[in-house]
């Protein structure tokens, strides 16, 4: 049902701040403005070499398909791991590598 999608630079310059993009497919149906059962994903977490770098949760504002976009400053070569955990638990996950050149 959820689609993850990162959009990341396969190269980057030892200190050079990259943008990472992110947007998952989902409704996040809060439940309270409609008789549809709740929805809703409750958190992202971003991790580059094993180690959490960004964390979003989200709240019932947010809006349907989220996308979030934040500038990461990468000094080495780094996997990046994104999990978006939804309310019951279940995980979606996606995956990307920056090279330093």
Do not use: K, Y
């Not at 947010?62 to 070569?77: C, D, F, G, K, Q």
């Amino acid at each position: 049902m959820s689609t993850p999608r990162i959009r990341l630079p396969d190269t980057a310059a030892a200190g050079e701040a990259i943008e990472i993009r992110t947007l998952i497919d989902h409704p996040m149906i809060t439940g309270v403005s409609s008789d549809d059962p709740r929805d809703m994903l409750d958190r992202l977490e971003i991790r580059m070499n094993d180690m959490v770098i960004f964390t979003h949760m989200f709240e019932n504002g947010s809006a349907a398909n989220p996308t979030i976009t934040l500038h990461v400053t990468v000094a080495e070569t780094g996997r990046f791991d994104f999990v978006w955990t939804h309310e019951d638990g279940t995980e979606f996950t996606a995956e990307g590598q920056v090279t330093v050149a």
